[in-house]
């Protein structure tokens, strides 16, 4: 089976569940002369499934996974950590919920190309069968087992 079908079957097992929003910058602009702070706002939804964001009609890698956060001060140990609640604040100020689920710099990833033995992201053939790379150090596994699993786990 290829990976378009393998997602079109995700879908059907998926359908009826909630979508988590995915999220991205909003270009910088002025208001009355004043800059504004930056901002994440909401350019659509997908299932996350492991490191896969299986949309309605395309099928993403996951980026940064953060919880939406109204801005505070706060005391941080670790630039990252500051860094972090920033990104979260960002996300708030872009119009998602608090503690909602944001992902964002999420990367689209290209069917077609895979479907031409060519890798896109976590996916890639592996003697004509579609597989993933789940983990950075992990081998990839057969694409269809990987679903299969993971949506076991729902």
């Given at each position: 089976m290829d990976a378009s079908a393998l997602f079109e079957a995700a879908r059907a097992r998926l359908a009826g569940s909630p979508q988590e929003r995915l999220g991205d910058w909003a270009a910088a602009r002025k208001l009355l002369g004043f800059g504004r702070a930056p901002r994440i706002v909401p350019v659509g939804s997908a299932w996350h499934v492991g490191v896969l964001l299986i949309g309605d009609a395309r099928v993403y890698a996951t980026g940064e996974v953060l919880r939406a956060r109204a801005e505070a001060i706060r005391g941080y140990t670790a630039q990252a950590q500051r860094e972090r609640s920033e990104r979260a604040a960002a996300a708030a100020r872009g119009g998602f919920s608090e503690g909602e689920v944001v992902?964002?710099?999420?990367?689209?990833?290209?069917?077609?190309?895979?479907?031409?033995?060519?890798?896109?992201?976590?996916?890639?053939?592996?003697?004509?069968?579609?597989?993933?790379?789940?983990?950075?150090?992990?081998?990839?596994?057969?694409?269809?087992?990987?679903?299969?699993?993971?949506?076991?786990?729902?």
């Open positions: 992902h964002v710099g999420a990367a689209l990833i290209d069917l077609d190309a895979l479907a031409r033995g060519e890798a896109s992201g976590p996916l890639s053939l592996v003697s004509g069968i579609p597989h993933v790379q789940w983990s950075t150090t992990g081998a990839p596994r057969r694409l269809a087992d990987y679903l299969d699993e993971q949506l076991a786990l729902r």
